[in-house]
Each structure stands twice: as structure tokens, then as C-alpha cells.
């Protein structure tokens, strides 16, 4: 049996997630949507995704400071972080971490389809969970 690759969405606005969740659908993979980090953190049934795209700026928590969470954690998987207000501060300070791509919003389809596929690739050393 083939596993099907979960991408965790994490953004707190219902468009964003259902568009990137459809998007992600239609790539083959499963979604797993949440409306915060903190929403996130709070599911103890589903296990770790594959893969994590979530916005930076959300109330409660932010993408970075989930990232910091997770790895503190020992949680790793790939996360691409999505922005309507990027710094270069933020960007640095997500990427020395371990983040896979820091991308502005609003995404090309394109552009989040090939660095979720390349965040496999370096995560895991395939280009598809499902592969190799």
C-alpha cells in the first residue's frame, strides 16, 4: 500500500487554506487544514505531516515561533513558510533554522507546487514521499 504525502496548512485566513488545499489536492497529496499554530499543535490523532506550509504572521502564534515549538519538539519535517509581509530578518531567521522555502503572497500555484516537491527532495532525498 502507497502512503499518500499529508501537507499540514496552517494560515488563519479560510481562503488561503482552502485554495491551498485544493491546490495541494490536486497534486496528489492529502491536506490537513488548521486555522492557527496553535490549532496545529493541539492535533494528537493525526501523527507529524510530510510536509507543512504556513503563514507567518497568525494571532496566537506565529509560523516562526511554531517552527522554534516543533523543533524544540524534536519535531522535523519540511516547512515552507508563506508571507503577505516579508522582512529579511524573518526570512533569515526561518531559513538558518531548517525552513525548506520562504515565499511572499500571494504564490504562484507553480511556485508552491515545485518547492513542496523540492522540500522532499531535501527532506527526504526523493522527490516523492511515495517514491524510491
Known amino acids: 500500500m502507497q502512503h499518500t504525502p499529508k501537507i499540514a496548512i496552517v494560515d488563519d485566513d479560510d481562503g488561503v487554506r482552502s485554495a491551498l488545499a485544493s ?10 487544514c488548521y486555522g492557527s499554530a496553535l490549532a496545529f499543535l493541539a492535533d494528537h490523532e493525526t501523527g507529524d505531516p510530510d510536509c507543512m506550509i ?10 516562526d515561533q511554531l517552527q522554534t515549538e516543533l523543533i524544540a ?36 500555484p507553480d511556485t508552491i507546487a515545485s518547492q513542496v516537491v523540492s522540500a522532499f527532495v531535501h527532506h527526504r532525498g526523493r522527490t516523492h514521499p511515495r517514491w524510491g
Request: net charge positive.
Open 54 to 63: 504556513t503563514d507567518v504572521q497568525m494571532p496566537g502564534m506565529t509560523g
Open 23 to 32: 491546490l495541494i489536492r490536486s497534486l496528489g497529496y492529502d491536506a490537513r
Open 73 to 108: 519538539a524534536g519535531r522535523r519535517f519540511p516547512i515552507i513558510f508563506m508571507t503577505a509581509f516579508p522582512t529579511a530578518a524573518t526570512r533569515d531567521r526561518v531559513m538558518a533554522a531548517g525552513a525548506s522555502a520562504f515565499l511572499d503572497k500571494p504564490a504562484e
